[in-house]
């Protein structure tokens, strides 16, 4: 934010005081025309949208995209399945791309086309995957409770990332419930001194805990 509000329009207002002048030449002879993940940037796997782009040649030692997944679905795409709860037959392979949570998280604020993976139908085994993942604080952090001009204590805030929109969360401090959160999933709240776990538990049951120690 601090960056788009002040370096951003002095830096536009550098470039505008540069003279006018041709573009250069690109240095054809150092560069190659290569296959790019139109999505993600990186050297497009057999899984990508594929976008031909001229880059330099040392470019070829870059990674290859790891955001494309290729996921066997049902016959109506809406859910993901496996061969041990589906024939073969019925299933419909697809490539989606799909990123970490918390990037997700981040992407699909200025993507809403943004399509996350269709959960597993539920007689599939899921295999452990992260669904939702802390954005903040960071685990095993300590946190300083300190006072408001007003004597109260400040709160922290703890936020997490979950894969699937439209999912609601339930947050416990240690073994009592505090509240749920649907979308945005953002609490504060403040802990007496001492060792404390935070636990997040979504509609499915799935949950992720996180130590940390107030002071
Ligand atoms: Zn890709």
Redesign the pocket.
């Given at each position: 934010m601090t960056g788009i509000k002040s370096a951003a329009p002095v830096l536009f207002d550098l470039f505008n005081r540069l003279p006018q002048q041709e573009w250069f030449a690109p240095p054809y002879d150092d560069m190659i025309e290569i296959d790019i993940?139109k999505?993600?940037g990186?050297l497009?796997?057999p899984?990508?949208?594929v976008e031909k782009q001229w880059i330099p040649a040392v470019g070829e030692r870059y990674d290859s995209?790891p955001?494309?997944k290729v996921v066997q679905l049902d016959a109506t795409q809406s859910y993901q399945v496996n061969a041990d709860c589906e024939p073969v037959s019925q299933m419909v392979t697809r490539s989606y791309?799909t990123l970490p949570p918390v990037m997700a998280w981040y992407y699909r604020r200025s993507h809403p086309d943004y399509e996350p993976l269709p959960p597993y139908r539920a007689d599939c085994e899921t295999p452990l995957e992260k669904e939702m993942t802390f954005i903040r604080p960071n685990a095993g952090t300590t946190i300083t409770l300190t006072k408001n001009i007003e004597g109260k204590t400040n709160e922290t805030v703890f936020e997490l990332a979950h894969k699937i929109p439209n999912t609601t969360v339930y947050w416990y401090l240690d073994e009592d419930y505090i509240t749920s959160t649907k979308d945005f999933h953002e609490i504060a709240l403040s802990a007496a001194p001492g060792k404390h776990i935070i636990t997040a538990v979504d509609d499915n049951g799935n949950d992720v805990k996180m130590s940390l120690k107030f002071k």
């Amino acid at each position: 934010m601090t960056g788009i509000k002040s370096a951003a329009p002095v830096l536009f207002d550098l470039f505008n005081r540069l003279p006018q002048q041709e573009w250069f030449a690109p240095p054809y002879d150092d560069m190659i025309e290569i296959d790019i993940c139109k999505k993600s940037g990186y050297l497009a796997t057999p899984d990508c949208e594929v976008e031909k782009q001229w880059i330099p040649a040392v470019g070829e030692r870059y990674d290859s995209c790891p955001y494309h997944k290729v996921v066997q679905l049902d016959a109506t795409q809406s859910y993901q399945v496996n061969a041990d709860c589906e024939p073969v037959s019925q299933m419909v392979t697809r490539s989606y791309f799909t990123l970490p949570p918390v990037m997700a998280w981040y992407y699909r604020r200025s993507h809403p086309d943004y399509e996350p993976l269709p959960p597993y139908r539920a007689d599939c085994e899921t295999p452990l995957e992260k669904e939702m993942t802390f954005i903040r604080p960071n685990a095993g952090t300590t946190i300083t409770l300190t006072k408001n001009i007003e004597g109260k204590t400040n709160e922290t805030v703890f936020e997490l990332a979950h894969k699937i929109p439209n999912t609601t969360v339930y947050w416990y401090l240690d073994e009592d419930y505090i509240t749920s959160t649907k979308d945005f999933h953002e609490i504060a709240l403040s802990a007496a001194p001492g060792k404390h776990i935070i636990t997040a538990v979504d509609d499915n049951g799935n949950d992720v805990k996180m130590s940390l120690k107030f002071k």
